[in-house]
């Protein structure tokens, strides 16, 4: 199941890039009128809080992100989540961003003073950050519960709700923000969530 997560991910990665610069099959989406890649030289990439993927799956994630954001400008420098975490363990501001995270996603406002601070640290322009917003699974199953007949089924399906957002730790904005949904599904009935 954490494969076809990182599967779906991958692809909603992608897909809330591009959204920076052309319309996807996006759920929710905002961009800044200011958000301008052309004039940033340093964005780092923090780690999902609410996810549990090893640190191979977060370097695939990454290079996803690093690539969008190297086709729209190539001269920007991608901080990884490892060591933008680091950073943060490093600058003792972990507890800071935990904090700014929680009062960010329950009031919808970024704290100004706390995105400029987290810039000065880390000398960077912006920070992306992720969290997976929901997860759905239905197991595939017969229209009869347990009849050997496969005609009115429904097929076994993972839906994934992703959510990232771009702040400016310059003028403690949000720059963009999309919300997206994937879903993969079985080919059969009868069979367990992917």
């Known amino acids: ?33 200011s958000l301008d890649l052309s004039l940033m030289h340093k964005i780092a990439l923090i780690p999902m809080k609410n996810s549990e993927f090893s640190n191979s799956e977060i370097r695939i994630i990454d290079q996803k992100i690093e690539t969008a954001i190297h086709n729209i400008n190539s001269d920007i420098v ?6 933008a ?15 700014f995270l929680d009062n960010y996603n329950s009031s919808g406002i970024p704290d100004k003073n706390d995105l400029i601070l987290f810039g000065d ?5 912006a920070m992306i950050y992720g969290k997976i917003v929901n997860i759905h699974q ?6 009869f519960y347990g009849v050997e007949d496969t ?3 429904n097929e076994g399906m993972t839906k994934v709700t992703v959510k990232y957002v771009m702040l400016s730790t310059k003028k403690g904005i949000l720059l963009w923000e999309s919300s997206f949904e994937g879903v993969k ?10």
Do not use: Q
């Open 1 to 33: 199941m954490k494969k076809h997560i990182v599967l779906i991910l991958n692809m909603l990665i992608s897909l809330v890039l591009v959204e920076c610069t052309a319309s996807g099959t996006n759920l929710n989406s905002y961009v800044d009128p």
């Open 185 to 194: 599904k079985t080919r059969a009935i009868k069979v367990p969530a992917p």
């Open 151 to 153: 005609y009115g089924g």
């Open 138 to 143: 239905v197991n595939g199953r017969d229209a």
């Open 78 to 83: 991608v901080i990884p989540s490892v060591n």
């Open 121 to 125: 640290a880390f000398k960077i322009d």
């Open 85 to 99: 975490d680091y950073l943060l363990d490093t600058y003792k501001l972990k507890a800071l961003w935990l904090n």
